[in-house]
């Protein structure tokens, strides 16, 4: 079947779904896509496969899947037009791109981007829920910044996957692991002070960002040191990390293609 070969790009707030992949019985943003695209493809062969899971309430910026056609869109721009006027309005398509035979959207080389936004200290308006994870205990930020720099480079990060095998491949390279404050998302029911936990590479395990995210929140507890998160990067070496973080508190922020 595979003739005709498209890269489409999205966003999504994840708040209401269970995750892209489908699952039975529940809602998810793969079935949506495709129940879409089944419609506006009047029933025409196709298949759609994503460049990753995101985990159920995860949102995204920018996401991206490929299409396979049997026959050419004759206009790609009013293909696109037509995908979101019947989209759902929590779920919306960025661009549309050929791309050759070769392009393998699961094993083509990219980077990913995720941040984490979170606030702490106070009760937040509920508004906040889908996208912001509110700690109600105190935060050390400027300890956590450090505990976020440990991470940056390439470490050995079974602690930070979910139910890992003895198999994994955990050794992993961040490009960039910072805690900033919060200037990118901005509403008027958002707290006065919220931070983002930004973290960039190349692939990433289940739960991992969540995991230290959690490790992160932990260390401003007072729960965790700074040599608790050395101790859990060392190569060959794991630690079972106690508290994953919110799912709603991710966005995948950006997903880039290398040429």
């Not at 990118?184 to 692939?203: I, W």
């Amino acid at each position: 079947m595979k003739k005709h070969f498209y890269l489409i790009t999205l966003q999504y707030l994840g708040y209401r779904f269970h995750g892209w992949q489908k699952q039975p019985d529940v809602k998810t943003l793969h079935l949506m896509v495709d129940r879409t695209l089944n419609f506006i493809l009047e029933g025409q062969p196709f298949k759609s496969l994503s460049s990753g899971r995101t985990d159920a309430m995860v949102s995204a910026e920018k996401a991206a899947f490929e299409l396979f056609l049997e026959e050419p869109l004759e206009d790609m721009n009013a293909f696109l037009e037509l995908f979101n006027y019947n989209l759902p309005q929590d779920i919306r398509a960025l661009t549309i791109k050929e791309v050759d035979k070769n392009f393998n959207i699961i094993n083509h080389p990219k980077t990913k981007e995720y941040h984490y936004l979170f606030t702490f200290g106070q009760k937040c308006h509920p508004f906040c829920a889908p996208i912001m994870t509110t700690i109600l205990d105190d935060l050390d930020i400027e300890l956590m910044k450090e505990g976020a720099k440990l991470f940056e480079g390439e470490h050995y990060f079974k602690s930070y996957c979910f139910k890992p095998t003895d198999n994994g491949i955990y050794n992993r390279d961040l490009s960039l692991c910072e805690i900033v404050e919060n200037t990118e998302y901005t509403a008027n029911f958002f707290p006065r002070q919220s931070y983002v936990l930004k973290v960039k590479g190349k692939g990433f395990m289940r739960n991992q960002i969540r995991l230290m995210m959690g490790t992160l929140i932990d260390l401003g507890k007072g729960k965790l040191s700074l040599d608790d998160i050395k101790d859990s990067l060392r190569d060959g070496h794991f630690v079972k990390m106690e508290y994953i973080a919110p799912a709603s508190g991710l966005i995948l922020k950006d997903i880039a293609f290398e040429d």
